[in-house]
């Protein structure tokens, strides 16, 4: 009986370093499978901040795309209208030099004008001399303060 003791503590003994075995096979099995899906689940968060950026990234191509078009249409707008005030200056500069007086805008009713002049020149004329009115109602009223503060002036320098 002791060599059947033997044996059984052997085969006990190879029983339990299997079973031991066996649990570290697995453990590293499952140890390596943790692993592969940690890895797994750290690659699909790296791909899906790369594409988060990506699409920052044309939002922003867009958004400056849009930007840059608006400022070449205004400056495009800009331009145009540039061109245009260049070329009636140019135009006016010319009837100057002429002698030619520009056409201005005939009055609402009508041409407003006498035979042998030019249209709209009722209009300069009427604007003229509104203006020299108004130019001598306001020298009037200057005058009228300087004499008051040459008085009060006068009067405080007496005292």
Known sequence: MPIEVEIRALIYALVAGGAVFLGWHLKGIVDDDKAEKLALAQAKIVEAQQAANQATIVADQQAQAEIKDQYEQRIATANASNADLASRLYKYEAGLS???VPA???????????????????ILNQAIADSISACQRDAIRLQGWQDWYGKVSHDYAAR
């Open 98 to 100: 002429t002698g030619q």
């Open 104 to 122: 201005i805008p005939s009055a609402p009713g009508g041409t407003g004008t006498t035979p042998g002049e030019p249209a709209g020149y009722a």
